[in-house]
């Protein structure tokens, strides 16, 4: 069966922006909408419809009126299928942006970049002269090469100026998500020997990524497996968007040791084996959203250990996304509040640290952690307080 039809868009459109505006005075979670004028708000920004023609703006113009209720996890977002898009390609290398001459050169080969293999002689001073047999200069745009070639045959012409030797090799290309992926475990991996250097192997690192299963089942993994033995444990919440995991993390770093496993003199391990009962900190910043500012304030209520590091804003409620009936536009309303022992709301309740410390761009840019540091310290500075 096929079927036709007109769409009239500046009637769908003004059917939606009622939508959203009903839902919210219906579903946000305190009734009084933090004081907001709804109904005013709704004229001031209906005035707008008859100038948009695009679901890109009026995804925007939605935003800015949600953002009127001065709250998270609000916002409209427009995602529209483009499987024939442009979308970069990447190598998973870094370059060296003060080299001057023709071509990129390398600094770093990163693990599981798409270029590492066994035959391959790309390594860090490397030069990319050419990218399928066009040019790289001071005036070209590297990633125009690099468009629509994600895992497709692409042809890398090489110059190593240490050995004054000119190649060539194929490579495939990864996207920029996979990419991202490398880096992320590769700063993931930087903190981890961060940490075990300054501390001397005496302390443990795990990030937590998310507020999510993959996340909790990371976090158990490398806890009570390549950390069992450290004394103590940094938990880096730093850049986690959320989820809802802040109990299972909670209860899981709240253990209390009351047995140790001893046949024929032999520590094999003390009771709980599931959770962990050594000393722990916390790092945060202002990157934290939404359950991981849930998960550091539950930690510090229950006195588990402190905080280190930034101010997390006031972001833990529960959300509910709704997917309108075009397909592609989406819309956020915190339906859920959470309130402290004290009656108090968290979301617009800003969470200080026990210790603040910002990384300062200026350090970070040298590939320094402050944070990280003020961690380590801290904890080496509890372990000596709880020697005999």
């Given at each position: ?28 979670y305190k009734v009084s ?131 004054k030797e000119r190649w ?85 770093l709240s253990g209390q ?132």
């Amino acid at each position: 069966i096929n079927g036709e039809m007109v769409l009239q868009e500046p009637s769908e459109r003004a059917y939606l922006f009622e939508h959203v505006w009903r839902q919210v005075e219906k579903k946000f979670y305190k009734v009084s909408l933090h004081d907001v004028e709804w109904e005013y708000y709704k004229k001031a920004y209906a005035r707008f419809l008859p100038h948009i023609n695009n679901d890109h703006d009026f995804a925007d113009m939605l935003s800015e009126m949600l953002g009127e209720l001065n709250a998270s996890h609000t916002g409209a977002r427009y995602r529209p299928e483009n499987e024939e898009g442009d979308e970069t390609a990447a190598l998973g290398l870094f370059y060296d942006y003060d080299y001057e001459g023709n071509g990129l050169k390398i600094t770093e080969v990163m693990d599981k970049s798409p270029v590492v293999k066994e035959d391959s002689k790309i390594k860090a001073g490397v030069v990319i002269e050419k990218i399928d047999g066009q040019a790289i200069t001071p005036q070209t745009n590297p990633y125009q090469l690099l468009n629509r070639k994600a895992d497709k045959n692409t042809l890398l012409s090489l110059y190593d100026p240490a050995g004054k030797e000119r190649w060539e090799e194929v490579v495939k290309p990864i996207s920029l998500r996979e990419e991202s992926e490398l880096r992320y475990q590769r700063w993931v991996e930087n903190c981890r020997k961060a940490v075990e250097e300054l501390s001397g192997g005496r302390i443990g690192y795990v990030h937590v990524r998310g507020m999510n299963d993959d996340s909790y089942r990371t976090v158990y993994e490398e806890v009570l497996g390549r950390h069992a033995n450290k004394e103590a444990l940094i938990v880096d919440t730093r850049f986690n968007g959320g989820g809802w995991l802040h109990d299972n993390l909670a209860t899981f770093l709240s253990g209390q040791k009351y047995v140790t496993m001893m046949p024929r003199g032999q520590d094999l391990g003390s009771e709980p084996m599931s959770k962990w009962y050594k000393p722990s900190v916390v790092l945060m910043s202002e990157s934290n959203y939404s359950d991981a500012h849930m998960f550091p304030y539950a930690y510090k209520a229950l006195g588990i250990g402190k905080l280190i590091g930034m101010p997390v804003p006031g972001t833990a409620t529960a959300v509910w996304w709704e997917r309108l009936h075009t397909g592609d536009l989406i819309f956020g309303i915190p339906q859920v509040g959470v309130v402290t022992n004290d009656g108090e709301y968290l979301e617009n309740n800003q969470l200080e640290p026990d210790i603040k410390v910002p990384n300062e761009p200026g350090v970070v840019s040298k590939g320094e952690d402050q944070q990280l540091e003020a961690a380590v310290k801290e904890l080496l500075r509890q372990l000596e307080q709880a020697r005999p």
